[in-house]
C-alpha cells in the first residue's frame, strides 16, 4: 500500500476544493484508507477512457502515474495538462464499466480551467507575492456599525472574529476574476502596514467591482485558511456580498 500512496503523493498538490465526483460515498467506502480527502493532482495526461458516466485518466508527473476519474468529460486528449481539486483517493477500486481494478484512483472533480490552474500552481511566491503596492497614501472612511472593522482591526481580532460576519469599507487594489467560481479582490483602507502584514485583505465574492473603487463589503472572516500551494492567509472574507449606503 505505502508504494500507491508515495506514487500519488508525486502528483497531489494541496488546492483548494471545488467538489468531487466517485462511484460510492467516501465516507462508506473502505477504499479510502486513511488517505486525505479533498486534495488535488495535477500532470500530463498519458492515458485517457470515458466508460459509463466517468472519464479515467492516467496522469504523469516527474516520471511518477496516477489514475484520476472524474465525470464524464469530452475533449480530453493525451498530452494535456490537467489539474483538479476536490480528490479522494480509493484504494483498489473496481470499474465494472472498464472490467479492471485501480490499486489506487482518485475521483475528483472537474478539471479544472487553464486560468484556474495557473493561479492555483504558481509556488514561488504564494499568497505572500500577490499583495499589491499601493503608490499614494490610502484614505478610506472606515465602515460604521457593531460589527464593522478596519482591515487592521481584523487581522488583530481575527481569533475572536473567526467565522463571524463582519462588515469592512477598503480601496480595491487588485482583481483575480472568476477563480474557482467566486472573483478574488485585494482590499486596502490605509490602516495597518505593509511591515505588519496586516494592511491588505484579501475577499472572495460574487461582486465585481473595478480597481480603485471603494466598496463596503459583508462576509464571514476565517483566520489561518490554508489553500495549499503557498496561499495561505492569516485572514480572508469569504462569500463576502455589497452592502449599499
Keep these: 500500500m505505502n508504494r500507491f500512496l508515495s506514487l500519488a503523493a508525486a502528483v497531489v498538490l494541496s488546492l483548494p476544493v471545488a467538489g468531487y465526483c466517485a462511484d460510492a460515498s ?8 486513511g488517505m486525505a480527502v479533498n486534495t488535488g493532482v495535477t500532470g500530463k495526461v498519458v492515458e485517457t477512457t470515458t466508460a459509463g458516466e466517468y472519464t479515467y485518466i492516467n496522469l504523469e508527473k516527474d516520471g511518477k502515474k496516477a489514475w484520476v476519474a472524474c465525470s464524464a468529460t469530452k475533449g480530453i486528449a493525451v498530452g494535456q495538462q490537467l489539474s483538479f481539486v476536490g480528490c479522494t483517493p480509493m484504494m483498489n477500486f473496481e470499474s465494472k464499466a472498464l472490467k479492471r481494478t485501480f490499486d489506487l484512483i482518485m475521483f475528483c472533480g472537474a478539471p ?14 504564494g499568497s505572500s507575492g500577490l499583495v499589491p503596492e499601493s503608490k499614494e497614501k490610502i484614505v478610506v472612511e472606515a465602515a460604521k456599525g457593531a460589527n464593522a472593522f478596519t482591515i487592521a482591526e481584523l487581522y488583530a481580532k481575527s481569533g475572536e472574529l473567526d467565522k463571524k460576519q463582519v462588515v469592512v469599507t477598503g480601496k480595491v487594489m487588485k482583481i483575480s476574476p472568476k477563480i474557482m467560481g467566486k472573483n478574488w479582490l485585494h482590499l486596502q483602507d490605509g490602516s495597518g502596514t505593509a511591515f505588519e502584514k496586516n494592511n491588505d485583505l484579501v475577499v472572495t465574492t460574487n461582486e465585481l467591482p473595478k480597481v480603485g473603487d471603494v466598496v463596503t463589503l459583508s462576509g464571514t472572516l476565517a483566520k489561518n485558511k490554508n489553500f495549499g500551494s503557498g496561499y495561505k492567509y492569516d485572514v480572508i472574507l469569504e ?7
Excluded at 467516501?26 to 484508507?33: I, K, M, T
Excluded at 479544472?112 to 511566491?125: C, Q, Y
Excluded at 462569500?239 to 449606503?245: C, E, N
Design 26 to 33: 467516501p465516507q462508506s467506502s473502505p477504499g479510502v484508507a
Design 112 to 125: 479544472l480551467s487553464a486560468a484556474e490552474a495557473d493561479f492555483l500552481n504558481k509556488k514561488s511566491t
Design 239 to 245: 462569500l463576502a456580498t455589497a452592502q449599499h449606503k
